[in-house]
Nanobody, 125 residues
Framework: QVQLVESGGGSVQTGGSLRLSCVAS????????MGWFRQSPGKEREGVAA????????HYNDSVRGRFTISQDNAKNTVYLQMNSLEPEDTAVYYC??????????????????WGQGTQVTVSS
C-alpha cells in the first residue's frame, strides 16, 4: 500500500503562484511514476503533470506547459508542483497519484492506482 498526502493549496489572484507538495509513504518502491491531476465541478479529472521517478523524465498537459513545473525530492519521498502565472481556469481540486508502469499510463487517471485526498486551488480574477 502507498499513502499520498497533498498540501499547499489555497487561494490566489490571477498571475499568482502556488507550490503543491505530495508526500508518499508505505511501499513507495513499488511505484515509478508520480502524477498530478485536477478536477473542477462538472469536468472529468485531467492530468496536469507527471514525473518518472527513477530518471526524472517529466510530462505535461499542454495547458500548463511553461507555467507549471513538476519536481521531486527522493530523499523526502516528495513530489512538488510549482504553479506560476495561475489563471482562473486552473481552479480545481488537485490530486497526487502514483502508478508503476513508468508513466506509460499517463495521462489516464483510471490507470493510476494510488491517490491522495486532494487539495483545493482557487484562482480569482
Amino acid at each position: 500500500q502507498v499513502q499520498l498526502v497533498e498540501s499547499g493549496g489555497g487561494s490566489v489572484q490571477t498571475g499568482g503562484s502556488l507550490r503543491l507538495s505530495c508526500v508518499a509513504s508505505g511501499d513507495t518502491y513499488t511505484n515509478n511514476c508520480m502524477g498530478w491531476f485536477r478536477q473542477s465541478p462538472g469536468k472529468e479529472r485531467e492530468g496536469v503533470a507527471a514525473i518518472h521517478t527513477p530518471f526524472g523524465t517529466t510530462h505535461y498537459n499542454d495547458s500548463v506547459r511553461g507555467r507549471f513545473t513538476i519536481s521531486q525530492d527522493n530523499a523526502k519521498n516528495t513530489v512538488y508542483l510549482q504553479m506560476n502565472s495561475l489563471e482562473p481556469e486552473d481552479t480545481a481540486v488537485y490530486y497526487c497519484a502514483a502508478e508503476d508502469t513508468g508513466c506509460m499510463a499517463w495521462p489516464r487517471a483510471a490507470l493510476f492506482r494510488y491517490w491522495g485526498q486532494g487539495t483545493q486551488v482557487t484562482v480569482s480574477s
